[in-house]
C-alpha cells in the first residue's frame, strides 16, 4: 500500500525555525514520492477526528513535529491503531525521541521517517490522562508547571526553573501501593516512567524499555537537598542507584521499582505532569501499563 504522511507542526514548540522545517518537510517528501498533508497542532488539543480522518483518507503515517506534550496529546486519540508515528523532534527535552534513538536534526529524523522501521511500543495511563514517556508528581511536576508559564522555551528556561524549584520545593507523603507491597513515605519526586529519560539524554530509568510491559518507577525520598544533590547525580550521570532496586521498604535515598501498575495516594495534591505538560493533580493517582500502544518508526 502506498504511503500517505500526516504531518502536524506545533508553532509554539522549542526554539528551531518552523519555516525552515515546512520547507524541508515539502522538498523531501515530494522527493520521496509520498503523498502527504501537513497541519498546524490544535490549541484546543481536541484530536478525537483523527481516527475517522487516518480510516476515510487512508492516511499510513502521523508524523509529529513538536515536544513529548504534543506526541502524548495526539497519540492519545489513536492508541492501538496501525498507523505509524513518527517523530521530528522539536521540544525543550524530546525525550521519547532521545530514548528510541531518533537524531533531533530534523533532515536526520525525516530520514528516519522515510526509511526506518515502525515497532510497537508501551504507553499508560495516569486515571484518565496517556502517557508514552514519563510523568511524575513532586519537584519535576512544579517545573513543568512553572515552565509552561514562561514566554520563552528551551532547555536554558528549563534549566532555570529547575534551579530555582531545587531547594525551594518542598516534600510531600505519599502511600505508594505496587507489587501486592505498600509503603508510606515522603519524598521529593516520584517519577513513573516509559523510556529511560526527562529529556535531553538526562537518564532517569536505566532499566526502562519502551516495549518491555513495565514501568519504571523512581521515588526521591526525603533528604537533605546536598544529599539529594549528590545521589541524584550519580543515579543520572553515574547510574549508581540500581542497587536500590526494588526496595520498597527503604525510606531513604532513590528507590527504583518495575511494576505494570502502581496506585499513589498524594494526600497533599502534589503537582502532576503527564510528559511535561502540568495537569490538574489529585488525591488519588492510578497508573496502568497499556502495551502495544502506538507503532513508532524507529532507526532500524
Excluded at 14 to 42: P, V
Excluded at 207 to 225: F, N, P
Aim: aromatic share 8%; glycine share 8%; with cysteine.
Amino acid at each position: 500500500m502506498s504511503r500517505r504522511i500526516l504531518y502536524f507542526i506545533n508553532p509554539i514548540s522549542g526554539t528551531k525555525d518552523k519555516q525552515r522545517l515546512l520547507e524541508l518537510i515539502s522538498h523531501r517528501t515530494k522527493k520521496a514520492g509520498i503523498d502527504f498533508e501537513i497541519l498546524n497542532t490544535i490549541k484546543s488539543g481536541d484530536y478525537s477526528f483523527l481516527p475517522e480522518k487516518i480510516t476515510t483518507e487512508k492516511i499510513t503515517d502521523i508524523v509529529i513535529c513538536g515536544g513529548d506534550g504534543t506526541i502524548s496529546n495526539i497519540t492519545s486519540y489513536i492508541k492501538g491503531l496501525s498507523v505509524n508515528v513518527g517523530i521530528i523532534p522539536m521540544g525543550s527535552g524530546n525525550g521519547l525521541a532521545f530514548a528510541a534513538g531518533i537524531s533531533r536534526n530534523p533532515k536526520k529524523a525525516l530520514e528516519i521517517i522515510f526509511d526506518g522501521k515502525s515497532r510497537w511500543i508501551d504507553g499508560f495511563t495516569l486515571n484518565n490522562h496517556f502517557s508514552i514517556m514519563l510523568s511524575g508528581l513532586g519537584f519535576d511536576a512544579q517545573v513543568a508547571h512553572d515552565f509552561s508559564q514562561q514566554k520563552k522555551r528551551g532547555l536554558f528556561t528549563y534549566i532555570i526553573q529547575a534551579m530555582k524549584n531545587f531547594f525551594k520545593t518542598k516534600n510531600y507523603p505519599f502511600s505508594i501501593e505496587v507489587n501486592n507491597h505498600t509503603v508510606h513515605v515522603e519524598a521529593f519526586f516520584i517519577c513513573i516512567a516509559n523510556s529511560n529519560q526527562f529529556g535531553n539524554n538526562i537518564t532517569i530509568a536505566p532499566k526502562a524499555s519502551l516495549s518491555d510491559g513495565l514501568l519504571d518507577i523512581i521515588i526521591v525520598t526525603k533528604m537533605k537537598k546536598i544529599k539529594t544533590m549528590f545521589l541524584l547525580f550519580k543515579h543520572i550521570f553515574q547510574g549508581k542507584a540500581q542497587e536500590n532496586a526494588g526496595l520498597l521498604s527503604s525510606k531513604k535515598g532513590i528507590i527504583y521499582i518495575q511494576s505494570a501498575n502502581i496506585k499513589i495516594i498524594n494526600t497533599l495534591s502534589a503537582p502532576l505532569h503527564v510528559d511535561g505538560e502540568p495537569v490538574e493533580s489529585s488525591e488519588i493517582v492510578e497508573v496502568k501499563i497499556i502495551p502495544n500502544a502506538i507503532k513508532l518508526i524507529q532507526p532500524i
